[in-house]
């Protein structure tokens, strides 16, 4: 029985037996069998199937397609961005508890600086999981004390004791003597130019009755004992100035206040700690040892204070 057929390649009708033929030569049929070999690839933009040698690794079917798409991912893009700057988030910082707004849904910290700060917390609470506290003896007074997360190296109880001990040592070296010795020799010809009588340190504490003139806090009475916080001989009028090496030109100070003062200071020159300590962390972190200190049981006060 012969069936009517359609070729699939030339388009001509022929007769034929076999019902499944689909050409009408052999020719025909190689071609066809060739092209049904070929996979086609669907456009990520248009949809039309397409095929080329390389087609598995394109997306698109040209260079119009492809045109186009990137610039509608661009535009969506855009949207995107403005939809979201006008979506205002309210949180409240996970470290320092703050209310504020932003325009990131997934941001949890108010500031870079509280980011750092709640990263580093979180990182130790989870070295705190497996840390092994040391006995450690302080290098500078001999007192016992335990490592904490954070510092599994640490050689000294306080940073008072790190000080005491670097101190000492540098004073040790010989390029700390040489400077001392030039800074003694400018001193002390200094003094000679402008003497008047002698300066005691014990009588000018207890005449100011252990109070800082340029700040109004207390101060410690070993002139040693910290560097920043440790009193000193302070002259109204520097010398360099013209100033007398008297007790009458002379007042208690902090080591650190009276570095602040400089020769161009005048007689009124004051430092508010407390406001000082707003300006940046540096000088809140200067006022901050400062409590330390005073709290400290080694700390030796002078009998006015």
């Given at each position: 029985?012969e069936?009517?057929?359609?070729?699939k390649?030339?388009?001509?009708?022929?007769?034929s037996?076999?019902?499944n033929r689909?050409?009408c030569?052999?020719?025909?049929?190689?071609?066809?069998?060739r092209?049904?070999?070929k996979?086609?690839?669907k456009?990520?933009?248009?949809g039309n199937p397409?095929w080329?040698p390389?087609a598995?690794?394109m997306?698109?079917?040209?260079?119009?397609?492809q045109?186009?798409?990137?610039?509608?991912?661009s535009?969506?893009?855009?949207?995107?961005k403005s939809?979201?700057?006008e979506n205002?988030?309210?949180?409240?910082?996970s470290?320092?508890g703050?209310?504020f707004?932003?325009p990131?849904?997934?941001?949890?910290?108010?500031s870079?600086e509280?980011?750092y700060?709640?990263?580093l917390?979180?990182k130790r609470?989870q070295w705190?999981?497996?840390?092994?506290?040391?006995?450690?003896?302080c290098?500078?007074?001999?007192k016992?004390?335990?490592?904490t997360v954070?510092?599994?190296r640490?050689?000294?109880?306080?940073?008072?004791?790190?000080?005491k001990y670097h101190r000492r040592?540098?004073h040790?070296?010989?390029r700390?003597k040489e400077?001392?010795?030039?800074?003694k020799n400018?001193?002390?010809k200094?003094?000679r130019?402008?003497?008047?009588e002698?300066?005691?340190y014990?009588?000018?504490?207890e005449?100011d009755?252990?109070?800082?003139?340029?700040c109004g806090m207390?101060?410690?009475?070993?002139?040693f004992?910290?560097?920043?916080?440790?009193?000193?001989?302070?002259?109204?009028i520097?010398?360099?100035?013209?100033?007398?090496h008297?007790?009458?030109?002379?007042?208690?100070?902090?080591?650190?206040?009276?570095s602040l003062k400089?020769?161009?200071d005048?007689?009124?020159?004051?430092?508010?700690?407390?406001?000082?300590?707003k300006?940046?962390?540096?000088w809140?972190n200067?006022?901050q040892?400062y409590?330390?200190l005073?709290?400290?049981?080694?700390?030796r006060?002078?009998a006015?204070t």
């Open positions: 029985m069936h009517e057929k359609t070729c390649v030339c388009g001509q009708h022929f007769n037996t076999d019902p689909v050409c030569s052999s020719s025909c049929g190689l071609s066809f069998g092209s049904s070999q996979k086609y690839y456009c990520q933009h248009c397409f080329r390389n598995f690794r997306k698109y079917c040209g260079k119009e397609c045109d186009e798409a990137r610039l509608l991912k535009q969506q893009h855009q949207d995107s939809t979201t700057k205002k988030f309210h949180r409240q910082c470290y320092c703050e209310d707004t932003t990131y849904p997934k941001k949890i910290y108010c870079p509280c980011g700060a709640g990263s917390r979180l609470e705190a999981e497996s840390f092994v506290p040391k006995r450690i003896i290098k500078e007074c001999g016992e004390f335990y490592t954070g510092e599994p640490k050689e000294y109880c306080c940073d008072t004791c790190a000080a040592i540098e040790q070296t010989d700390h400077y001392m010795n030039s800074f400018k001193r002390e200094q003094i130019k402008a003497f008047v002698e300066v005691s014990p009588l000018l504490y005449r009755q252990g109070i800082c003139k340029i207390p101060v410690l009475y070993d002139k004992i910290d560097d920043n916080w440790g009193g000193t001989i302070d002259h109204v520097p010398l360099s100035k013209g100033g007398e008297s007790m009458a030109n002379c007042q208690l100070s902090h080591r650190i206040c009276n400089s020769n161009d005048n007689e009124g020159f004051s430092i508010s700690w407390e406001e000082k300590s300006d940046n962390n540096y809140h200067k006022y040892s409590h330390e005073v709290q400290s049981p080694s700390v006060w002078g006015g």
